[in-house]
């Protein structure tokens, strides 16, 4: 199984002091020498954590293949394209929202997705779209022609960390999991299901299987034995750990695992 870093928790590091430090292209040789299959980095529209610049040095400078994930908007579709990375993941994003909040809603957005797509792939750019694991959005994105899809994992890591972290008993609780542990355990087990099933049916879709989103130390086996997924795209835990053990490290001991 393949593991795509997500640098872009670096940056925001950087960003909450607004200096030039740490910087996420510092990380490239590291992710390379370390076992990383591949660099995810999200060009979000506000530009919170990764900018332009970063995004155009990562794309020229690493070694490694580059998932560049960004919004379906049309400008900053324009922008990646000049920038060429291997791969573009379409993911929706809301102003509001601490991080991506669920997957792209592919039905309502079909025709501007076709439109984006082709864009993408006259620019040489392999296409994954960022959907929750439900077989009609992954028969939909079958029809747009991608070669990926990337399931959306950050609903089963919210209740996986409900049940079985130190979540519940601290200021960022969510709320709508404060629930008796078996309620939680039933909803574990279904989420799990979930994502099984959908990486299945895609794969018979003959779409590539992708998976991210909330995945860390603890919960990601529960992922990677999903036999039909082929890559991992994992960024906040491993970024959180290599404050005590080094990048290094951290990712060596994630690719072990996986
Ligand atoms: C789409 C997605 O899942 C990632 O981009 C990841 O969560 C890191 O980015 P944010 O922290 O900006 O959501
Ligand atoms: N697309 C998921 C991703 O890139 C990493 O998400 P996270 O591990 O930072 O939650």
């Known amino acids: 199984m393949l593991l795509g870093v997500n640098i872009d928790h670096i940056a925001v590091l ?46 020229k400078q690493s070694a490694l293949p580059v998932n560049l994930e960004c919004s379906i908007n049309n400008d900053i579709v324009d922008i990646v394209c000049k920038m060429k990375p291997s791969r573009v993941t ?33 620019n040489e750019i392999e296409v994954s779209l960022f959907i929750d694991p439900n077989e009609e959005v992954i028969e939909l994105s079958a029809h747009l022609n991608v ?15 409900m049940l079985n972290s130190n979540l519940n008993n601290s200021h ?11 309620e939680l355990k039933k909803k574990l ?4 299901s979930e994502i099984k099933k959908a990486s299945k049916y895609a794969n018979k879709q003959k779409l590539k ?23 991992l795209n994992i960024g906040q835990s491993i970024i959180a750990r290599s404050v005590f053990t080094g990048l290094e490290k ?3 001991d994630m690719k072990e695992l996986i």
Not at 20 to 47: F, M, Y
Not at 147 to 161: D, K, P, R, V
Not at 172 to 182: A, N
Not at 189 to 192: A, F, G, L, M, T
């Open 14 to 59: 950087r960003e909450a002091r607004k200096i030039n430090d740490p910087n996420p292209v510092d990380a490239l040789g590291i992710c390379k020498l370390s076992g990383a299959d591949q660099i995810t980095i999200h060009l979000r529209e506000d530009r919170r954590h990764i900018h332009d610049n970063d995004a155009k040095i990562i794309c």
């Open 90 to 122: 379409l993911v929706p994003e809301n102003r509001e929202e601490v991080t991506t909040e669920g997957g792209l809603d592919v039905k309502s957005n079909f025709e501007k997705l076709q439109n984006v797509i082709t864009k993408l792939h006259e």
């Open 147 to 161: 070669e990926w899809i990337e399931l959306h994992t950050g609903s089963f890591a919210n209740i996986y960390a």
């Open 172 to 182: 960022h609780i969510i709320k709508e999991l404060e629930l008796p542990r078996d």
């Open 189 to 192: 087990k279904k989420s799990i």
């Open 209 to 231: 299987v992708a998976a991210g989103h909330g995945l860390n130390y603890q919960n990601v086996t529960l992922i990677s034995s999903i036999k039909y997924i082929d890559e």
């Open 250 to 252: 951290a990712i060596i």
